[in-house]
């Protein structure tokens, strides 16, 4: 089982940035495709990214497309989430998770989880 941890969270204004970053431990996260979710209060938890092992190949959830970019550096065991143009609706808990199934954007597809992050976005 690999343990994740986020970070980077935190309260920005609307149209701000934010970089969150999840740091694995216990496992390499190289052969683990790596997603990013979100849940706000009375919402159920919904994708927001994804990642294969390789990075080539990401895919994104039509809200954040455009506006948020998944990466991730294998060498460090990290894998980040830059969040620009911020909107009020992206306001949730974000958590980092890793799937061992190639295309991965269920939260079924995951197999472990972070704690998470807050991430608050005022109008």
């Known amino acids: 089982q690999v343990q994740l941890v986020e970070s980077g969270g935190g309260l920005v204004q609307a149209g701000g940035s934010l970089r969150l970053s999840c740091a694995a431990s216990?496992?390499?996260?190289?052969?683990?495709?790596m997603g990013w979710f979100r849940q706000a209060p009375g919402k159920e938890r919904e994708f927001v990214a994804s990642i294969t092992w390789s990075g080539r190949i990401t895919y994104y959830a039509d809200s954040v497309k455009g506006r948020f970019t998944i990466s991730r550096d294998n060498a460090k065991n990290t894998v980040f989430l830059q969040m620009n143009s911020l909107k009020p609706d992206d306001t949730a808990v974000y958590y980092c998770a890793a799937s061992r199934t190639v295309v991965a954007d269920k939260p079924a597809d995951f197999g472990s989880w972070g704690q998470g992050t807050q991430v608050t976005v005022s109008s």
């Open positions: 216990g496992r390499t996260l190289s052969s683990y495709t």
